[in-house]
């Protein structure tokens, strides 16, 4: 199965400042029809996740473009540009190339 | 709006059996997979599997293979997850949400394994 990696998996952050979230892959996530199914989800506090970003660099629906996304193959990255308050929880990458899709383990976005 | 509305908290008792429900609104039940996923207090998310809401098939991570059963009633646009053999390892947050890759999630359910 394929395993994700997320680093770090606690930042600390202040208010406007930029942060970035690596999620690395055992395998390439570039599937056979071209696409790369690499998504990334926040969870806030007592919440379900919510989608942030599909297809490594979309914004999922009303998301703010302070977040993006970007990578390939293996190695991919989220970025906030400018934390807000309401950015803090934990951060999720997951893949849905192979089967079984799998989460990362996690970045916890705290602030400092 | 699309919605998952599950069924309430679940307190068993080691060796039994729960069974928590998954209701979907707001779009066509068959068009989309429903998944599964556990999520222990302070520990992040595990995928379980998902079901074809059409035809019923099912895909289970190897790890929750005879522990997770996967099903559907179609006639209420709701998909259900039985878990058997309960022990305290099985406490945690379980969530449906539709889609093979989750897009949109329920509101989780907690299950309880305590004698």
């Known amino acids: 199965d394929v395993v994700l990696t997320q680093t770090p998996p606690t930042s600390s952050a202040t208010i406007g400042q930029s942060v970035s979230i690596s999620c690395r892959s055992s395998?390439?996530?570039?599937?056979?029809?071209?696409?790369?199914?690499l998504y990334w989800y926040l969870q806030r506090p007592s919440q379900s996740p919510q989608l942030l970003i599909y297809l490594v660099s979309k914004l999922g629906s009303g998301v703010p473009n302070r977040f993006s996304g970007s990578g390939s193959g293996t190695d991919f990255t989220l970025k906030i540009s400018g934390v807000e308050a309401e950015d803090l929880g934990v951060y999720y990458c997951v893949q849905g190339t192979h089967d079984p899709p799998a989460f990362g383990g996690g970045t916890k976005l705290e602030l400092k | 709006q699309v919605q998952l509305q599950q069924s309430g908290a679940e307190l068993a008792k080691p060796g039994s059996s729960v069974k928590i429900s998954c209701k979907a609104s707001g779009y066509t039940f068959t068009s989309y997979y429903i998944s599964w996923i556990k999520q222990t207090t302070g520990q992040g998310l595990e995928y379980i599997g998902y079901i074809n809401t059409g035809s019923g098939g099912t895909n289970y991570n190897e790890k929750f293979k005879g522990k997770a059963t996967l099903t559907v009633d179609k006639s209420s646009s709701t998909a259900f997850m039985q878990l058997s053999s309960l022990t305290p390892d099985d406490s945690a947050v379980y969530y449906c949400?539709?889609?093979?890759?989750?897009?949109?999630w329920g509101q989780g359910v907690m299950v309880t394994v305590s004698s």
């Open positions: 949400a539709r889609g093979r890759v989750p897009l949109y």
């Open positions: 395998q390439s996530l570039l599937d056979s029809d071209g696409n790369t199914y």
